[in-house]
């Protein structure tokens, strides 16, 4: 392997860490502010390390330019959503902590 | 151990398990996100198959259409997110042996499958040969657009078919609690701002591309309607009780300059549905393109027209 392909396999290898981890969090928070506090955390830090990951092994600028432009989108689309899906809960009374407001009809729309 | 091996195996396996889960489960909701992450594994699979059309395709279309069309039906059906035992009706006493019937035939299919000779000299080898005859680089493209466009007007004209029956039986118009909730922060605005450019930035590249790489009017069409479903989800567009002319003519717009081309080619002695060139294949990829993003936002917002915002 060289050394491009060693510095490619720990950044994948890191963000499926993120994403582990956003996942446990998801299926382990007690309430949707903590939900999507574990999520964001796998959008954003998880797609980073994997875009950053492919564009070390793809080895070309315009790879590069593509895989952030499709981090930047993912955050974009990541962070309105869950700002609505925050703002959602809150306003139909779920208190953090509780598991109410629960994210069954999120005004975002799909999940991304 | 081979890796590609045990990705397919865990492809195969969740594909499998997805399945059932989607059809057994007793919550709408969570019944709906299941279907939806189907049709991603579909497209990864699709993609492990060398695929990356149907890929495209059943990502933008199977996954992303058809998932927000079920939520939007699944609020508008009450947002039931579970069946009561009592709902669920009696499965009628044929259900087991038509189940162990399709099964038992798909199983014999499936095993002589395995046991044909690959065909060298089919359809598709004919048709690969014969792509650079169309001007066509992408073979998919080639035989949606040429060899095979009866198929393929036919499925324009599924689709018209099938928004003239939603607009058959839709009720009168309800104002739809959809937008309110968006409409007060300045977060998606600013979403907006930067998706829709881009989304038809990529449609547009989609459907230029789709002659010589992956691509085609129904990716570009999904991804133009999965940025109407978005302004229509934030009430930039607001359905309208009336199609305007231009609605009705984005509807039929993919069936009708289909079947111009297709017509007009017979009046300089070609056989039907010819495509005298490249610039009748974009034309029509590009008024399906338009017809399958206004029909499937026109679906979404369950009305007939669409009106900007109210200001």
Redesign the interface.
């Known amino acids: 392997m060289s050394a491009a392909e060693v510095l490619a396999a720990v950044l994948l290898a890191g963000g499926c860490v993120f994403f582990v981890a956003g996942t446990v969090g998801l299926l382990r928070f007690p309430d949707v502010y903590g939900r999507l506090h574990a999520m964001t955390k796998a959008d954003n830090l998880g797609m980073l390390l994997v875009c950053a990951g492919l564009a070390v092994l793809a080895g070309s600028w315009r790879a590069t330019f593509l895989l952030v432009l499709v981090w930047v989108l993912g955050m974009l689309a990541a962070s309105v959503s869950a700002h609505l899906i925050a703002r959602h809960a809150r306003r139909e009374g779920g208190a953090a902590g509780t598991p109410s407001g629960a994210p069954a009809d999120p005004p975002g729309g799909a999940p991304t | 151990v081979n890796v590609s091996l045990a990705i397919d195996a865990v492809l195969a396996l969740g594909l499998v398990t997805l399945a059932v889960l989607v059809t057994s489960g007793r919550a709408l909701?969570r019944d709906i996100?299941l279907f939806?992450v189907f049709g991603l594994i579909v497209a990864l699979v699709w993609a492990r198959l060398g695929s990356a059309d149907l890929a495209l395709a059943e990502a933008a279309i199977g996954a992303?259409v058809t998932?927000?069309l079920m939520?939007i039906a699944h609020?508008r059906l009450g947002?039931t997110?579970t069946f009561e035992a009592a709902d669920r009706p009696a499965p009628p006493r044929f259900a087991l042996p038509v189940a162990i019937l399709v099964g038992s035939a798909v199983a014999v299919i499936g095993l002589s499958a395995l046991g044909i000779e690959r065909v060298v000299e089919g359809a598709g080898a004919a048709a690969q040969a014969r792509t650079g005859e169309t001007g066509l680089r992408n073979p998919i493209t080639g035989v949606l657009l040429a060899f095979r466009n009866l198929d393929t007007l036919l499925e324009m004209v599924v689709l018209l078919a099938a928004l003239l029956g939603a607009w058959a039986i839709a009720g009168p118009e309800e104002p739809d609690p959809?937008h309110r909730?968006?409409r007060d922060?300045p977060?998606?605005a600013?979403?907006l701002s930067?998706?829709v450019p881009?989304s038809v930035l990529i449609a547009t590249h989609l459907l230029l591309a789709g002659t010589d790489q992956p691509g085609g009017a129904f990716q570009a069409g999904a991804v133009l309607a999965g940025c109407g479903?978005?302004l229509v989800?934030t009430g930039t567009l607001r359905p309208a009780a009336a199609a305007g002319f231009v609605t009705r003519l984005l509807v039929v717009a993919g069936a009708a300059a289909f079947v111009l081309v297709g017509v007009g080619a017979m009046a300089f002695g070609s056989p039907p549905m010819t495509m005298p060139g490249g610039w009748a294949v974009y034309l029509v990829e590009t008024a399906m393109m338009l017809s399958i993003a206004v029909t499937l936002t026109l679906l979404f917002a369950r009305s007939r027209g669409l009106r900007g915002e109210e200001r």
């Open positions: 909701f996100v939806v992303g998932g927000a939520l609020r947002g997110t959809v909730a968006t922060t977060l998606v600013a979403l930067a998706v881009l479903v978005l989800l």
